[in-house]
């Protein structure tokens, strides 16, 4: 079968509580808001991929519930610390050394699991 070659570009999560999810991203993560309609969507962009939150039930074609959204960080100690250690579900840590991934919840529970960037 031939490879089509893509490369991601975005994820989009659907939400009960849009606002909620909004701030979120926006607050907890940091992300920088691209565009949004109120109500509907509230797109967020990184620099590799955009991130779009999605009111559930307002397009006719929804995707399953079920999502992971990956996050590469340059510093994953101190994004942890930022945005407290309590808030992750968990944290990949052998003992003595530091993480090399994390997970917290959104607030409809989508794991966010934030990477330790490696150097190319």
């Not at 490879?3 to 607050?27: C, H, M, P, Q, T």
């Not at 590799?48 to 510093?75: H, I, M, Q, T």
């Not at 101190?78 to 050394?97: L, S, Y």
Request: hydrophobic share 40%; glycine share 8%; proline share 5%.
């Amino acid at each position: 079968m031939p490879k089509i070659n893509a490369r991601l570009v975005g994820v989009e999560l659907y939400f009960d509580k849009l606002d909620a999810a909004r701030r979120f991203y926006s607050e907890q993560l940091g992300l920088d808001l691209a565009d949004e309609t109120p109500g509907h969507y509230a797109k967020f962009q990184t620099t590799s991929a955009f991130v779009c939150l999605e009111r559930k039930g307002a397009e006719n074609y929804p995707s399953r519930d079920k999502a992971v959204l990956f996050l590469e960080v340059a510093d994953l100690n101190g994004a942890i610390e930022q945005i407290g250690a309590d808030k992750f579900v968990h944290i990949d840590r052998a003992p003595g050394q530091t993480p090399g991934w994390a997970v917290l919840h959104d607030p409809e529970g989508h794991n966010v699991l934030l990477l330790q960037r490696r150097e190319a």
